[in-house]
């Protein structure tokens, strides 16, 4: 996960350039609405709105949340309402408006193919998430962290213009609770729409093959994701045991058997640690029909992380002395993921333990029953009391990180609470270690010698390509 970062512009110069450019759905509605309360700069987000079909809705949207001159100094971002079940139709539009949005921008201007990422998990999001991007004309679905099990018949009937439902996991609820969006709450009901290939991300033969069981045409191929990409990883099937850094062990038991997958017939690419030359040609080698890549391209000058930020870790890992460190206890989610060790960002167990702990966000949130019948939702990063309240454990809450509100701070659309702003935590795969590797360049107003990140999209396509 992370959010912002493959934003439109890094998909678009990546589509621009003849390969499959995403854009993450994460959070994207409070993305939208925090660019617009930042004054809306180029005027992007409102550019694509101008094409949403519903533009009472747009108006609606831009009155509550577009501050022509920005926010005033320390002005806190006014957030979007948390979501619950079922969800609230400002919620719902929002999410199908920053997906139409981020679509129709990495779009813009070429024929290119282009692509949207949306994390299993996140459940109560995808449904709204899935038909923005169908409706922007999203060519390719990526989905991971979970399974994604329901999803090709949603795309199925969002193409035919029909509402779709999907499961909501309820811990400790006899029954799982189910989503429904309908195109009719926009007036689009019946309204074909290209159906997008589906791709889910894998990191087992066995959920590949379970996916591709679900019929013909479901499943388009498949990402197989090792433990060495950025963002979140799938735990360990093996050992459940830390190592001595208090890290994941992996062993072969996490290997994917790629003949087993490649004979399912359909088509694949590996991630994690394949952003190099090398691993390209080894993949090919393998079977896979490429590769996806997300830390090299996660520095350069397109990625939505903040210049500072991409900068002071990019000299840092060239330098060697910044660590990625696999944490199994920072995400909410219970996945493990992947931080860099960067100072002053959650990462610093200073900064960690300064922070307040809260909740205004609440994308990770667990759904459980209530005792009263209706769905809860805690987060193991929220205030430890109010999280043993809905019935978690404490120990569950030891070393979470606030990842809404951090991923945000990174790419510049952090919150200012009152204790003050909020700070970043970065995720990358362990290939940061080939930072030395990568594209060098020079950006224009950092001193002679100074080695900042200055490569392009384009520069990185070129360096894994030629
Ligand atoms: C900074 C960063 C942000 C990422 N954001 C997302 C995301 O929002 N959604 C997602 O599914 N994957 C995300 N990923 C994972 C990538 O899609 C990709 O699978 C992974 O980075 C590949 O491995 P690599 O990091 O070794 O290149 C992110 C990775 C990085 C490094």
């Known amino acids: ?148 099990r329901d999803v090709p018949q949603v795309l199925d009937r969002f193409a035919a213009g029909q509402a779709a439902t999907l499961r909501l996991d309820v811990t400790g609820a006899a029954a799982p609770t189910v989503l429904t969006f309908d195109p009719a709450s926009l007036g689009l009901e019946g309204v074909p729409l290209a159906r997008p290939a589906f791709l889910p991300v894998v990191s087992s033969n066995v959920l590949a093959a379970m996916l591709a069981r679900r ?67 080894d993949a090919w080698a393998r079977g896979a029909a490429g590769v996806q890549v997300g830390t090299l391209f996660a520095y350069c000058e397109e990625s939505g992380l903040r210049a500072d930020l991409r900068d002071r870790a990019l000299r840092g890992a060239r330098r060697g002395e910044l660590r990625v460190r696999t944490d199994p206890h920072a995400s909410p989610t219970g996945f493990p993921f992947k ?39 805690r987060c193991p990063a929220e205030p430890v009391g109010e999280y043993t309240r809905k019935g978690g454990r404490a120990e569950d809450t030891r070393g979470r990180m606030c990842l809404c509100n951090a991923l945000l701070a990174d790419v510049g659309l952090g919150q200012t609470q009152p204790q003050g702003p909020e700070p970043a935590l970065l995720t990358s795969g362990d290939d940061l270690r080939s930072a030395g590797r990568w594209p060098h360049g020079q950006v224009p107003d950092s001193g002679p010698g100074q080695d900042t990140s200055g490569y392009a999209a384009l520069d990185a396509l070129r360096y894994l390509l030629d």
Not at 92 to 103: G, S, Y
Not at 354 to 375: F, H, I, K, M, N
């Open 1 to 148: 996960m992370g959010v912002g970062v493959s934003g439109w512009p890094l998909a678009r110069a990546v589509s621009r350039a003849g390969q499959l450019g995403v854009v993450s759905a994460t959070c994207l509605d409070t993305v939208m609405v925090r660019r617009l309360q930042d004054g809306d700069p180029g005027g992007h987000t409102r550019r694509a709105l101008a094409h949403f079909p519903s533009q009472d809705a747009v108006r609606e949207v831009l009155d509550r949340y577009f501050l022509p001159g920005g926010r005033a100094a320390g002005q806190p971002y006014r957030r979007v309402p948390l979501p619950g079940v079922p969800l609230q139709p400002e919620n719902e539009r929002l999410t199908v408006m920053a997906n139409f949005v981020e679509v129709w921008l990495a779009r813009e201007g070429h024929g290119g193919t282009v692509g949207v990422n949306l994390l299993t998990k996140v459940q109560l999001q995808t449904l709204p998430g899935l038909y923005g991007a169908v409706l922007a004309g999203v060519h390719v679905v990526l989905m991971g962290a979970g399974i994604p």
């Open 215 to 281: 019929g013909e045409g479901a499943v388009q191929g498949f990402v197989v994701e090792g433990p060495t990409a950025g963002g979140h990883s799938a735990p360990p099937r093996g050992d459940r045991a830390l190592d001595e850094r208090g890290e994941p062990r992996y062993g072969p038991k996490d290997e994917v058997d790629l003949q087993a997958l490649a004979a399912l017939g359909l088509p694949f690419w590996l991630a994690g640690g394949t952003g190099s030359p090398e691993a390209l040609r």
């Open 339 to 377: 931080v860099v060790m960067l100072p002053g960002t959650l990462a610093d167990p200073d900064v960690y333990a300064a922070r307040t702990r809260r909740c205004d966000l609440g994308y990770l949130r667990e759904s459980y029953a209530r005792p009263d019948g209706l769905v809860g939702f």
